[in-house]
């Protein structure tokens, strides 16, 4: 059974830049697309950027296109999201998951983003 840990959240300043991290444990992920996700106070979950399994290619809600970056490094089954330039709005619980073709693993406990203004 794969277990995802989500860390790397905190509190930022509008403006600031915060790097997560996904580490799984129990199988590897290297041939999963994997996606990161979040859920704002009262919102649905939603995904914010995914990338492929080789990382050649990826993907970018149009919220935090040119912001945010995902990537991945298959030798420690671990994903990142690198944010920069955040905002209030991006404020959220970070998830990881795979996204695309396939069931989705279990969901890990995520990690808070809190921006403040």
């Known amino acids: 059974q794969v277990q995802l840990v989500e860390s790397g959240g905190g509190l930022v300043q509008a403006g600031g830049s915060l790097r997560l991290s996904c580490a799984a444990s129990?199988?590897?992920?290297?041939?999963?697309?994997m996606g990161w996700f979040r859920q704002g106070p009262g919102k649905e979950r939603e995904l914010v950027a995914a990338?492929?399994?080789?990382?050649?290619?990826?993907y970018y809600a149009d919220s935090v296109k040119g912001r945010f970056t995902i990537s991945r490094d298959n030798a420690k089954n671990t994903v990142y999201l690198q944010m920069n330039s955040l905002k209030p709005e991006d404020t959220a619980v970070y998830y990881c998951?795979?996204?695309?073709?396939?069931?989705?693993?279990?969901w890990g406990q995520g990690t808070q983003v809190t921006v403040s203004s």
């Open positions: 998951n795979r996204e695309g073709q396939g069931e989705r693993l279990p």
């Open positions: 990338i492929s399994w080789s990382g050649l290619s990826t």
């Open positions: 129990g199988r590897t992920i290297s041939r999963y697309n």
